[in-house]
T-cell receptor, first 112, second 117 residues
Framework: GEDVEQSLFLSVREGDSSVINCTYTDSSSTYLYWYKQEPGAGLQLLTY?????DMKQDQRLTVLLNKKDKHLSLRIADTQTGDSAIYFC????????????FGDGTTLTVKP | EAGVTQFPSHSVIEKGQTVTLRCDPISGHDNLYWYRRVMGKEIKFLLHFVKESKQDESGMPNNRFLAERTGGTYSTLKVQPAELEDSGVYFC???????????????FGAGSRLTVL
């Protein structure tokens, strides 16, 4: 999307770390999200971070936020074949946190 | 609890025809959203219901699209008449009232794929 940008594809080997990057333009963004979409399924919220945080870790997932550069990343440690999916970055504001602006999605392929 | 369900999962229609997509949110969720992803691009917001009221319909592309949520339960999105550029995946999502809790965690349905020929 024009306001949220992601690279379209990423390919890694099983066991490696994956890093998916996202940039956004709206400096008033309050919440930033990472969603995962597996084939034939809806979007699953993986994690989210408030704009006043720099980092959030949840098991194999680490989210880093550089608010100055408006850059968000999702690191998946020990990537597994089951992590193959489309990952969407999204942002929203507090005034309507459910109205999100999404990126185009990054297709992650994990090779055995 | 049952998730967000959407019907149909896939619809193929001809240009000029009418299609109605349905979304059943999670029971008790006041907030219901429609989004769509066209041509593998970004997922775009269409509109937001709070119970039966349209809170924000700024993303609706034109007056060929009509969304309703009578009774504040399920919602329908009608496209009439459908055009080629309407092809895409239409997602519905729901959430509880987030109030002061901060981020509004959305639960998405699997989407309804619309193909207009």
């Amino acid at each position: 999307g024009e306001d949220v940008e992601q690279s379209l594809f990423l390919s890694v080997r099983e066991g490696d770390s994956s890093v998916i990057n996202c940039t956004y333009t709206d400096s008033s963004s309050t919440y930033l999200y990472w969603y995962k979409q597996e084939p034939g399924a809806g979007l699953q919220l993986l994690t989210y971070i408030f704009s006043n945080m720099d980092m959030k870790q949840d098991q194999r997932l680490t989210v880093l936020l550089n608010k100055k550069d408006k850059h968000l990343s999702l690191r998946i440690a020990d990537t597994q074949t089951g992590d193959s999916a489309i990952y969407f970055c999204a942002e929203s504001m507090h005034t309507n946190a459910g109205k999100s602006t999404f990126g185009d999605g990054t297709t992650l392929t994990v090779k055995p | 609890e049952a998730g967000v369900t959407q019907f149909p999962s896939h619809s193929v229609i001809e240009k000029g025809q009418t299609v109605t997509l349905r979304c059943d949110p999670i029971s008790g969720h006041d907030n219901l959203y429609w989004y769509r992803r066209v041509m593998g691009k970004e997922i775009k917001f269409l509109l937001h219901f709070v119970k039966e009221s349209k809170q924000d319909e700024s993303g609706m592309p034109n007056n060929r699209f009509l969304a309703e949520r009578t009774g504040g339960t399920y919602s329908t999105l009608k496209v009439q008449p459908a055009e080629l550029e309407d092809s895409g995946v239409y997602f519905c999502a729901s959430s509880q009232d987030w109030g002061s809790s901060g981020a509004n965690v959305l639960t998405f349905g699997a989407g309804s794929r619309l193909t207009v020929l």
